[in-house]
């Protein structure tokens, strides 16, 4: 009885010494727990991204919100498992006239007016920067941390952070190192718009310090009150003394699908965001890929507001991909020429697609997604780019010898049979791409755990002991103005004082000169 009693009270303590233990690991956890609010642009492939980035943090324990339009949040295109969305009302579907058009501008020969859609893009930013009610529910939900997207019109977004005294990340595809203050050699990194290899020519090299040149005078992030209109309640200062002071810089980019650049201790480059673990294929897309397939499988997409193609252009990629042997996936709002051979569908799971072992090769725009889904799957890609990047973004991939490039609208059936059947049955593609997706997964790993890491980390710890000087001085302490100047007082009174000290031996020399003339001739 007594052992028995013994026992008892042993497994009571035990259990009491668990019971504490558990609490105070879930009380722990609570307490680290951060709330963390997402500001990603209204274009769906950033929406994507910044999404999967919610994901990886929730995944880490921390309550995640994502903002979002309300005409994207009607399409139900994005997984958000886990997340909370927080949704602002728009007049328009600012994707739909910014965004859309641009292929079509395209296929039509027009040049994008990138003037026009910045202006479009600032009044939607504006609206919904003065929209109090918006304004009220970010106030409320207390954010520890706010992740804003990295396009130059969205910059505006760090005002609500600042005006509500919260800190904020950047997670996004456009890296700006003239705004973070990232030093850097104008001939050596390229804009991302201009079709150039790792190595500039001469000509390219001219093109590209002009550009940036006249980009430093152009203000693309908005008003240049910006800060006195939207956060009226802080001290006054500029977006460009802003923007350097975020916690951390998340760029979905890196070194082996891009070129090297240099980078700071707070400027990560993370990959593409948009990588994930590919899931099995399920219904039509897994009986199409996995059954009589003995040749492979090709995936054709040219991204979400690419699934209406010219008559002409749909007609010759038809009439190539029929003349091979191959099937074929294909995202395009068009019934199939040959349902047997060639699947035909508005809305692909793209990921999934890529992945899988019967794919062989993927046919893209060049899309920043598209094109880390398929580093990460070691998959060769012929890039038909359309506009913006993706031109930059063909040429490096062709350039590392992953890929073919070819204006779309001026290749031929002929021509996209060659290329396909050069891309598939030479090895060399598939064995470089493969190479770059075993360095990419052991140097970056899955991004978003990258991302959700950093982002933990400043939340944790902040980010100001990875911020260098340049940073946190005035443009005109950065760009040595101060300096300039000091130095050009200086040289200026020594060439006045040098000026003086000849003009004073001039006149001795001359006056002289002209008394020994004087007196030789008395």
């Not at 879930?26 to 963390?36: E, I, Y």
């Not at 700006?176 to 050699?185: A, E, G, I, S």
């Not at 103005?481 to 200026?492: K, R």
Request: hydrophobic content about 45%; some cysteine; overall charge neutral.
């Amino acid at each position: 009885m007594g052992l028995s009693a013994g026992l008892s009270s042993r497994d009571l303590c035990v259990s009491l010494l668990l019971s504490v233990a558990v609490c105070t690991i879930l009380l722990s956890g609570q307490a680290s727990a951060k709330r963390v609010l997402l500001m990603p642009s209204h274009i769906t492939s950033h929406t994507k991204y910044h999404t999967n980035i919610a994901r990886a943090l929730n995944e880490i324990g921390h309550e995640v919100w994502v903002c979002m339009p309300s005409f994207l949040v009607e399409r139900n295109v994005l997984d958000t498992t886990g997340l909370h969305v927080l949704e602002y009302k728009t007049d328009v579907n600012i994707e739909a006239l910014t965004m859309h058009p641009l292929p079509e501008k395209f296929f039509r020969n027009e040049t994008e007016n990138v003037f026009d859609q910045a202006h479009l893009m600032l009044t939607y930013v504006d609206q919904m920067l003065m929209d109090k009610e918006f304004g009220e529910s970010v106030r409320k939900l207390s954010p520890h941390l706010i992740v804003i997207d990295s396009i130059p019109t969205v910059y505006l977004y760090a005002t609500l952070a600042y005006r509500l005294d919260v800190p904020f990340a950047i997670a996004g595809s456009h890296y700006d190192p003239m705004t973070l203050r990232v030093p850097f050699n104008p001939g050596a990194v390229a804009l991302p718009v201009f079709q150039v290899s790792k190595h500039m020519t001469f000509p390219q090299r001219v093109v590209n310090l002009a550009a940036l040149g006249l980009l430093y005078f152009v203000d693309m992030s908005g008003y240049s009150n910006a800060v006195a209109r939207y956060a009226p309640n802080r001290p006054l200062i500029s977006v460009e003394q802003l923007m350097p002071l975020a916690e951390v810089v998340l760029v979905e980019s890196d070194h082996i699908l891009d070129y090297p650049q240099p980078v700071l201790p707070n400027v990560i480059r993370i990959g593409g965001a948009a990588i994930s673990e590919a899931k099995p294929l399920t219904g039509i897309f897994k009986d199409f890929v996995e059954k009589n397939s003995p040749e492979g499988v090709i995936v054709v997409s040219f991204g979400s507001m690419v699934v209406n193609l010219p008559e002409y252009v749909a007609s010759k990629m038809s009439n190539a991909f029929q003349r091979l042997n191959y099937k074929f996936v294909w995202r395009v709002n068009m019934s199939s020429p040959e349902p047997g051979k060639i699947l035909t569908s508005t809305w692909i799971p793209q990921n999934d697609l890529v992945a899988h072992p019967n794919i062989k090769l993927f046919v893209s725009h060049c899309g920043k997604n598209g094109q880390y889904e398929a580093l990460y799957n070691a998959k060769p890609t012929l890039c038909l780019p359309l506009f913006g990047d993706q031109w930059y973004a063909a040429e490096r991939t062709r350039s590392k010898g992953w890929s073919l490039t070819a204006n779309i609208k001026e290749v031929t059936a002929d021509d996209l049979v060659d290329m396909i059947t050069e891309l598939v049955r030479n090895s060399t593609y598939r064995t470089r791409i493969a190479k770059a997706s075993e360095i990419f997964k052991v140097v970056q790993g899955l991004p978003v755990k990258r991302a959700a890491f950093w982002l933990d980390h400043v939340m944790k710890y902040g980010g100001a002991y990875m911020r260098y000087a340049g940073q946190e001085m005035p443009a005109y302490k950065y760009y040595c103005l101060d300096l300039l100047a000091f130095f050009g007082f200086v040289f200026g009174c020594l060439f006045f004082l040098c000026y003086l000290m000849c003009s004073r031996c001039f006149r001795m020399c001359f006056s002289s000169g002209s008394r020994a003339s004087k007196n030789k001739r008395e």
